[in-house]
């Protein structure tokens, strides 16, 4: 994706240049330029953008659910296949941002058709996250918390986008808050919460040193609860038709503004918090086992931090990472001498 998309936003960069120093009429109607060219440039890169850095986060997600589930992820052809998926619907959305622009009406039909489209592969992962999750033996530790935060920020984020993509609310809704809080519902509420799930499950591999759990789930509680409080009256205000990049507003809206800005503080109280027990960490915590989570992954067969040379010899793969219905012998097996002091050839993952 990125291949493909960032390479139109440096063409358009130049194509600015080249508009500004040589006076070629490209974008500037004053030149005989086309400034709706320009938007279809900036958000043909720019869509496809946001799938860039929340589709690791899916990730992410998937490896979270897994471990703390103790289940082999379901449907895991399905939740591969919906990432391609959403990468190639993705380039084909750019015209959403664009219903208020003067585009042909069929041209905003058939972006408001797909941008519908791109929620079947989005439904599908979540779909098979809760399957996943489903009778499964369920470990809640702090990485899972913020999984659970990323559910349902991402939900509400991903609802209000097929809001905005229906053209006749769009034209009301457009460049209001209601787009603001569904952005960062979308990209902060998921990705944030995705990228901080995956720190702290990470962070013994990384470190080699445990945080303290009960800060760790705090923590996300007051960040789900201060993210929440900060932009769900973002929604209402837009749909009261507060519009972005104001840096004033009428009476009216005090109300809103100021609730929002308590959730920011609460968000930032978090946010410290997080930052706090996880420098602390690095200095007075214990000393992280190769495994705390009982994962299955490759990765987690080594010991914490990850040493400069994972295994003396190939390891043999015996088991895939997500079997946990399958007995943990073979992943015993595999340590190099870097591994907890152990000297061993053969490691317990199966394809």
């Known amino acids: ?61 998937s490896e979270i659910v897994t471990t703390f589930s103790k289940k082999h992820i379901f449907g895991y052809w399905a939740i591969a296949l919906s990432s391609l998926a959403i990468a190639f619907i993705s380039f084909l959305l750019w015209g959403h941002h664009m219903f208020v622009s003067g585009q042909a009406p069929l041209a905003s039909v ?32 702090s990485p899972l918390f913020y999984v659970f935060g990323f559910f349902f920020l991402f939900l509400v984020g991903g609802l209000t986008g097929i ?39 990470w962070w013994p591999k990384m470190t080699g040193k445990m945080f303290n759990e009960m800060q760790a789930k705090i923590a996300s509680i007051i960040i789900f609860i201060g993210f929440n409080v900060t932009f769900l009256p973002q929604f209402a205000m837009g749909m009261l038709g507060m ?20 959730g920011a503080y609460v968000l930032g109280i ?24 009982k994962s299955r992954g490759l990765e987690w067969q080594i010991s914490s931090p990850a040493p400069p040379h994972n295994f003396e010899h190939i390891p043999v793969v015996v088991h895939g990472p997500y079997d946990y219905h399958k007995p943990m012998d073979g992943f015993q097996l595999g340590l190099s001498k870097w591994g907890d002091g152990q000297s061993k050839e053969t490691a317990g993952i199966e394809r």
């Open 243 to 262: 519009p972005r990049r104001y840096y004033n507003y009428i009476e009216e809206f005090r109300g809103f503004h100021q609730l929002s800005t308590i």
């Open 110 to 141: 058939i972006f408001s058709f797909l941008t519908f489209l791109v929620g079947v592969p989005t439904g599908i992962k979540m779909f098979n996250w809760a399957a996943t999750m489903y009778k499964g033996s369920i470990d809640l530790k």
């Open 270 to 293: 978090g946010l410290f918090l997080v930052m706090y027990y996880l420098i602390k960490s690095l200095f007075s915590g214990e000393r992280a086992p190769a495994n705390p989570w």
């Open 163 to 201: 809001v905005l993509g229906t053209i006749p609310l769009n034209v009301h809704l457009y460049d209001t808050y209601y787009v603001v809080a569904h952005f960062h519902f979308t990209m902060v509420g998921g990705m944030l919460m995705a990228f901080l799930g995956g720190l702290h499950y």
């Open 1 to 61: 994706m990125q291949i493909l998309a960032t390479p139109v936003l440096a063409i358009t960069l130049a194509l600015v240049a080249m508009e500004r120093i040589l006076g070629i009429g490209i974008f500037d109607p004053a030149l005989g330029g086309d400034p709706v060219l320009y938007q279809h440039f900036f958000w043909f890169y720019s869509h496809p953008a946001v799938y860039i850095m929340i589709v690791p986060g899916f990730g992410i997600v």
